[in-house]
């Protein structure tokens, strides 16, 4: 695989490992792979460079097995990743509870309902589901504090929702 861009492609400045890369056009594939092939790079690479938002990238990308978390950000990060078929993607990789629940806090797309039942049949831990409701007004529903109090939260769960989240202090 071989993918041709300058520097001047890349939406953002590349961590340190990368300060050295060729003026002009160069393989960016190339230099990933010189530096380790890590799915992280490829992943950061198709979110900051739109000639690397194709569907040969991301099957690259899949191939080196990337973490719950590499695949997390790139859909957080990139809106060419935000489809159904990375979400079944991302589940497909049996992500913890965790993992989860921060997709569905830093990404629009990942606040669906079909994604709130995904979490809730983790078994998502008080902590992780009060956070959700705290900060994602998506997740400030009358379900979902439901779903909170039916996991028994202890009595500084319960204050903690209720002092941070002015959903949760309406409904004393």
């Known amino acids: 695989m071989k993918l041709m861009i300058k520097k001047s492609n890349l939406l953002s400045t590349p961590c340190s490992e990368y300060d050295n890369l060729p003026n002009g056009k160069f393989d960016v594939i190339k230099e990933i792979k010189n530096r380790g ?41 990139c809106k060419f990743t935000q489809t159904a078929k990375m979400l079944a993607y991302f589940k497909s990789r049996n992500p913890p509870a965790y993992s989860v629940y921060l997709l569905i806090l830093y990404c629009k797309f990942a606040q669906t ?45 319960v204050s903690c929702l209720i002092n941070n989240c002015k959903f949760a202090s309406r409904l004393k």
């Not at 099957?59 to 997390?72: G, Q």
């Not at 007004?137 to 109090?149: D, G, H, I, R, V």
Request: charged letters at 25%; one cysteine or more; hydrophobic letters at 40%.
């Open 37 to 77: 092939n890590h799915a992280e790079h490829v992943g950061w690479l198709i979110a900051n460079c739109k000639l690397a938002q194709t569907a040969e990238i991301l099957e690259y990308f899949k191939s080196l097995n990337p973490s719950i978390e590499d695949i997390r950000l790139l859909i957080k990060n």
């Open 113 to 157: 309902s079909k994604m709130i039942e995904y979490l809730k049949s983790l078994k998502p831990s008080v902590n992780d589901v009060r956070l959700l409701i705290t900060y994602c007004s998506f997740a400030q529903t009358a379900e979902m504090l439901e779903y909170f109090k039916s996991l028994k939260p202890s009595k500084k769960d």
